[in-house]
């Protein structure tokens, strides 16, 4: 645990030597969980702008972190049970880096689940049975899990995914094929595709638990979150490649994090510029009661 630790503080070092605030202090949230570098006013952005599930380690995040990995690897042409390993391993990685806390662990294993369900078997009836199977098995072991918001953000993401990614993806290239022609349908959908429906489709199933916790909602979350989430998969690679490197190859890691510099600075810009908008705390309301800005 001690060398985990030390490990953690070493590459939140690394990443602070070869990147400026608050790009740094981001990363290192997305990155490792430590949002401790992340200054009050641009957190309050993230809070205002109903974006704080970028720099939250949660369920939701494991989810899609999951889902993503294994539909880029479908894209290779690895054997099935490689790229099962290879998503585990990620996962696994991630889940050390973060610390390992209970509610990461409990996510960690939602998305194991989801990869194992859906990649290796190719059932999608599978998923649900076996998410409804792993909460049984929790619940029995800590009764009390049931009730932990960590856990029910895993189990309604991954449900979400297993549910909604595939449908999701066939609308989202029909509507850019109607809008574009075919090449340039398939070109934008390559990069905005796989982020951007994997996160709507955890979105679809945890909103009404957002609901229920937070009580209110961002009138502009929708939109800052269509500018910043297509590029949260490759900031999280190639910030997590770099950050890999760093103790390695230093002149290589430096390279990575200049582009992941990039992609930093449109998601700080994109947050702080929702945020400012005038009105942008509003919170709207439903049958008089608020619902939520996370």
Known sequence: ERALFDLRADLNLAIGRHLPEPQAGLLAGILLGNERGISPELDDAFRVTGASHVIAISGFNMAIIAALVMRLLSATPLHRGLRVAIGLIVIAVYTVFTGSNPAVIRAAIMSGVLIVGTDLFRRKTYVPASLA??????????????????????????????????????????????????????????????????????????????????????????????????????????????????????????????????????????????AAIPGAEAALRVDDALIFTY
Do not use: C, H, K
Request: charged share 10%; aromatic share 14%; proline share 6%.
């Open 133 to 274: 199977f792993v909460a049984l098995l929790m619940s029995i072991v800590t009764p009390p899990i049931i009730f932990s918001l960590s856990f029910q953000l895993s189990f309604f993401a991954v449900l979400g995914l297993a549910l909604f990614a595939d449908p999701f993806q066939r609308w989202f290239m029909a509507g850019l094929r109607r809008i574009f022609p075919s090449t340039w349908a398939e070109r934008i959908g390559g990069f905005l595709a796989e982020p951007l429906v994997v996160t709507l489709a955890a979105y679809t199933t945890t909103l009404p638990i957002i609901v229920l916790y937070f009580e209110r909602v961002s009138l502009i979350s929708l939109g800052v979150n269509l500018l910043i989430v297509p590029v949260q998969t490759y900031l999280l690679l190639i910030g997590g490649l770099a950050t890999l490197l760093v103790l390695i190859v230093p002149p290589f890691a430096q390279m990575l994090y200049w582009l992941d510099y990039v992609l930093l600075s449109w998601t700080i810009a994109i947050v702080r510029g929702g």
